[in-house]
């Protein structure tokens, strides 16, 4: 056994995860408080992404010593990111078209497709380096590492709930946002907030599911970062500028819920997870 090797520590999730955590939740929660402008916003969102990459590279290469050659590194082909564009369509501008078509949303008045694109480009150019710190962290490095360890439904199951509680600061923030504060801290204002976290547990768990299918699928890291960028600007930019049908919210959530859940009990994660049997 070379001295290299011989300097590999087993992995740990919870040092991992103390690591990731310490370092990318104080940003998140700056962005829940402070991150009223538009500037502010981006600028603290983005940053908390990036320093999972950044706690991940530290407990990859200083504490585990292990390597990331597993990540993904491949470009993927280009059916991956035609699937991956179709699948943010379909969950962000296929509702406002229905909207459209139904009569339940109406285009706002003066607002121009092409002013559209350009924050959409805008925004898919600015969001594509922090989507790239989160795939890499939760993907990349921690998902075939819990493979490693547990069966792969359960390695996937560990990530995805792992996922959904790092956004818990934002969650809980929107939650806040909700309920409103006017009047303090009160009774309804917990519920709302508890109500906004518990709703978004099995959307966001199945669509942990779908950004691993999607890594693992195309082995590619280019590939589930392009499709955390679309999905990300479709959300935002459409937000801002066209809004959304009144059919969008739950239009989103059902159609993530259920890909993620036919992948989570149809896939092939054996074969896509390769690691601990059983």
């Known amino acids: 056994m070379s001295a290299e090797k011989s300097r590999v520590r087993p992995f740990s999730l919870w040092i991992y995860l103390v690591i990731v955590f310490a370092l990318s939740w104080p940003v998140q929660i700056a962005f829940v408080v402070w991150g009223q402008t538009e500037l502010l916003s981006y600028s603290l969102s983005s940053l908390a992404m990036i320093m999972v990459t950044v706690g991940t590279y530290i407990a990859g290469r200083y504490v585990f010593r292990d390597t990331f050659a597993d990540a993904g590194w ?9 699937l991956v564009i179709g699948l943010g369509v379909l969950l962000w ?11 339940s949303y109406s285009w706002p008045a003066g607002l121009l497709m092409s002013q559209v694109v350009l924050v959409f480009l805008i925004k898919f150019i600015g969001v594509l380096i ?3 710190g989160e795939e890499f962290g939760w ?13 792969p439904r359960k390695a996937l199951l560990i990530q995805s709930v792992i996922w959904w509680a790092w956004h818990l600061p934002a969650v809980v923030g929107i939650g ?8 303090g801290i009160t009774a309804g204002v917990i519920v709302t907030v508890l ?18 299918y999607v890594w693992a699928k195309s082995k590619s890291l280019g590939v589930a970062t392009v499709y955390h960028a679309i999905y990300d600007s479709l959300r935002e930019s459409m937000e801002r500028t066209t809004g959304f049908a009144p059919i969008t919210d739950l239009w989103t959530n059902v159609i993530i819920t259920a890909i993620g859940l036919f992948l989570l009990l149809k896939a092939d994660w054996k074969t896509l997870l390769p690691g601990k049997s059983g």
């Open 74 to 82: 491949s470009l993927g082909k280009p059916v991956h990111y035609v």
């Open 93 to 103: 501008v296929v509702p406002t078209l229905a909207g459209l078509l139904l009569g």
């Open 130 to 132: 922090p989507a790239f």
């Open 139 to 151: 993907r990349g490095y921690l998902l075939p590492r819990l493979a490693q360890i547990h069966s």
């Open 176 to 183: 806040f946002t909700v309920a409103g504060t006017g009047e």
């Open 195 to 212: 109500a906004v976290v518990l709703i978004t547990i099995v959307p966001s768990v199945m669509h942990a599911v779908i950004f691993s």
